[in-house]
């Protein structure tokens, strides 16, 4: 835990691309880490590409609306590093 916060935190302050959010603390109360990885511009949006994908997950808009979120929008990959004994 203490090397890959150590490494993310270092990643974060070093590259324009990475930006460290803190997601809550776990079972142990360490401090939970979140690494967004993407270029500088989506970060500028990055609410907004949040916010259609909320809006496609939940499949509840016509489906015209649905194709133009999907062409404008970002696709997201969740890479967890949790392990259970």
Same mark, same amino acid.
């Given at each position: 835990?203490? !090397? $890959?916060? @150590?490494?993310? &935190?270092?990643? /974060?302050?070093?590259?324009?691309?990475? +930006?460290?959010? =803190?997601?809550?603390? #776990?079972?142990?109360?360490?401090? !939970? $880490?979140? @690494?967004?990885? &993407?270029?500088? /511009?989506?970060?500028?949006?990055?609410? +907004?590409?949040? =916010?259609?994908?909320? #809006?496609?997950?939940?499949?509840?808009?016509?489906? @015209?609306?649905?194709?133009?979120? /999907?062409?404008?929008?970002?696709?997201?990959?969740?890479? =967890?590093?949790?392990?259970?004994?």
């Amino acid at each position: 835990y203490k !090397q $890959l916060s @150590a490494y993310w &935190t270092k990643l /974060a302050a070093e590259s324009d691309r990475v +930006k460290l959010v =803190d997601i809550g603390a #776990t079972e142990e109360g360490r401090r !939970q $880490l979140m @690494a967004v990885v &993407t270029s500088p /511009a989506n970060h500028r949006q990055l609410a +907004k590409h949040r =916010d259609t994908a909320r #809006t496609m997950a939940k499949g509840e808009i016509p489906e @015209a609306e649905a194709r133009g979120l /999907a062409a404008t929008g970002k696709a997201v990959v969740w890479i =967890d590093g949790g392990l259970h004994a």
